[in-house]
């Protein structure tokens, strides 16, 4: 052992500590083994629950084509990458994803990094540095700020989907260079961002725009003006991974400078391939995502909720406290619902997010729906 005992101890008291902190707060969290299957099913703790809070959206995740294209291109190419992908690590699988990435996003070149996070945390600082500015969305992802924050460049906020005060913003002060960063489609709320007019405002400072399409891949259609556009392989695509799209030279330059990309490990060849399998049935079965959407407005119908944006509806409780009750109380009905609380939200809004998947069957959603309703009731609301 090379660590003193002492350190060891004001380690283990430091975490302690925390921790405390945390359960004074009631804000402790805690890791839930849980096996998915197919449909949207979920086993865990010993129940049988139908799944209304993971992130895939189209089922690819439990779907057999995309379940044999990855254990093939892990039989192929094997387990591991090896190296980064500047080494040896890049598989001939990633020229295959990242040219259907490109084609599905009209770009003319896509780079896929090892997630959407490593994705955001690694672009962002090779777009802007000390001395230009950020400027996102106050409801942009955590790993949006990490990166703005990582690039060194002046962070700011702009209110939620406002591109009047985004245009503000940008006209009352100058830097070399301004990056604006928003959601397609908002993680915790399931609504849009006004693409065209914050894409105007954007062009009239001369700043650059770029968007995170976690939640829009294969959900939303619709055409995205911003010069470089970033996502997930890990929520409707099934498998994992991040990807940014942009010009050739953007993209270029990102494999030259993108630390995260130049400094860590190429994906495993199975994720690869089940993401690449994934693109083309999403290419083939556009369906599928309208499913999504549709099933996310029949439960917006029985709820008397206005009609949702996306294949994501969070029912506002108001309360963190009623939001971990109705969470609970729906797991006991069978249904598997995540319940968002401050900090993730604003104060004052702790929600149940309920995510809906193209696999969902109308009777279990007519099921949650009259749950809701009657916490809903409950609640005053
Ligand atoms: C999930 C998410 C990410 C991160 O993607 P991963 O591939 O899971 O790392 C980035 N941005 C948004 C908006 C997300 O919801």
Redesign the pocket.
Same mark, same amino acid.
């Given at each position: 052992m090379t660590t003193s005992r002492n350190g060891a101890q004001s380690l283990v008291a430091y975490a302690e500590e925390k921790l405390a902190a945390l359960a004074d707060k009631r804000l402790t969290r805690r890791l839930v083994p849980t096996r998915r299957g197919e449909a949207a099913r979920a086993a865990r703790d010993g129940a049988a629950l139908i799944s209304f809070c993971d992130?895939d959206y189209l089922g690819l995740s439990q779907d057999p084509r995309v379940k044999k294209a990855a254990a093939e291109a892990a039989l192929e190419y094997g387990a591991g990458a090896g190296a980064s992908r500047l080494v040896t690590g890049d598989c001939p699988l990633y020229g295959a994803l990242e040219e259907r990435l490109a084609r599905m996003k009209g770009t003319e070149a896509a780079l896929v990094f090892g997630? /959407? $996070?490593?994705a955001?945390v690694s672009a962002i600082p090779v777009l802007v540095r000390p001395g230009d500015r950020a400027l996102l969305d106050e409801r942009s &992802?955590a790993?949006?700020f990490a990166g703005a924050r990582l690039s060194g460049a002046h962070v700011e906020t702009f209110r939620h989907n406002d591109a009047g005060d985004l245009a503000r913003r940008l006209a009352a002060a100058r830097s070399p260079r301004a990056l604006v960063l928003t959601?397609t489609v908002f993680?915790m709320d399931g609504d849009r961002a006004p693409l065209d007019a914050i894409a105007a405002a954007c062009e009239e400072a001369g700043a650059w725009l770029m968007t995170?399409d976690? &939640?829009g891949l294969g959900v939303v259609p619709g055409d995205n003006p911003a010069p470089v556009q970033m996502g997930?392989?890990?929520?409707a695509a099934g498998a $994992? /991974? /991040?990807y940014v799209c942009g010009p050739r030279a953007l993209i270029e330059l990102l494999v030259n400078r993108a630390r995260g990309l130049v400094f860590t490990t190429g994906l495993p060849p199975a994720a690869l391939g089940a993401s690449i399998a994934a693109l083309d049935i999403m290419a083939r079965e556009p369906e599928r995502g309208a499913k999504a959407r549709a099933n996310a407005a029949l439960f917006c119908r029985l709820i008397d909720a206005p009609a949702p944006e996306s294949a994501i509806v969070p029912v506002i409780l108001g309360d963190p406290e009623a939001a971990l009750a109705a969470s609970q109380r729906l797991s006991e009905a069978g249904f598997l619902v995540a319940a968002i609380r401050p900090p993730s939200v604003p104060e004052g809004t702790a929600r149940l997010r309920v995510a809906f998947s193209a696999v969902h069957q109308a009777a279990d959603i007519e099921r949650l729906a009259a749950h809701v309703r009657a916490i809903l009731r409950e609640a005053g609301r």
């Open positions: 992130n997630s /959407g $996070y490593l955001n &992802h790993c949006m959601e993680s995170d976690a &939640h997930t392989l890990s929520k $994992y /991974g /991040g």
